[in-house]
């Protein structure tokens, strides 16, 4: 692992033990919402996990979305059971810092949240957002059924060709199927909200992404 830099993922067999009879404590209500940030969620709530760089600046991104029921950060992506954010920055763990969106499909939809996604980073830059510089950087959709993931891929490619007219080169966001999602400490919860001054290392591309990404 010495030879390993920032920006090359941990193998599993290099990844750190972790924890799998500790879990992360979870406050009770979201600090600007008032609402729970564990499920069950209300029904007709979807939810969708996204990494988009630093997880303080990217939820509150969602939190001030019209719909949002709730958002919480956590760890997903990764090998490490029930990692800290200490882990997660040493890159050993595999995660991406990411946001958990809960939306009511009553008053918004996926495509709505993977427009606020792609127009607030830029999803071209594979390791990094910014000055942020590694693989706990990086881009990432984490999709729970495949009529979620048809939906991400096609916004995907709408958008990708909407930056490559643009002049930005080739979407480096990672798309797979969420397994673990691992919250993260309470104090990173909502961190904005706490602190308004706080830093906010997000960077948007400047290209709109098209309405009706699923055209």
Not at 186 to 207: A, D, R
Request: aromatic share 10%; proline share 6%; with cysteine.
């Amino acid at each position: 692992m010495f030879g390993r830099t920032k920006i090359q993922m941990v193998t599993a067999a290099e990844a750190l033990p972790g924890r799998t009879d500790q879990t992360m404590p979870v406050p009770a209500a979201h600090f600007v919402n008032g609402a729970p940030l564990t499920d069950p969620w209300p029904g007709g709530c979807d939810t969708l996990v996204v990494g988009m760089g630093c997880f303080w600046g990217a939820e509150r991104k969602f939190w001030e979305a019209p719909g949002v029921h709730s958002t919480s950060v956590g760890y997903a992506g990764g090998f490490t059971p029930n990692p800290s954010y200490e882990e997660v920055c040493s890159g050993l763990t595999g995660h991406t810092e990411v946001v958990m969106v809960v939306w009511d499909t009553a008053l918004t939809s996926l495509e709505a949240m993977l427009r606020v996604f792609w127009e607030s980073h830029d999803p071209t830059q594979g390791m990094r957002q910014g000055n942020d510089i590694g693989t706990q950087y990086r881009s990432a959709i984490y999709w729970h059924s495949e009529a979620q993931r048809t939906v991400v891929e096609s916004s995907r490619d709408i958008f990708q060709a909407e930056l490559g007219r643009a002049g930005h080169g080739a979407i480096t966001t990672e798309i797979a199927r969420l397994g673990d999602y691992f919250y993260a400490e309470p104090y990173h919860q909502q961190y904005l909200g706490k602190n308004p001054n706080g830093y906010c290392g997000l960077g948007s591309t400047g290209v709109s992404c098209p309405i009706g990404l699923t055209r």
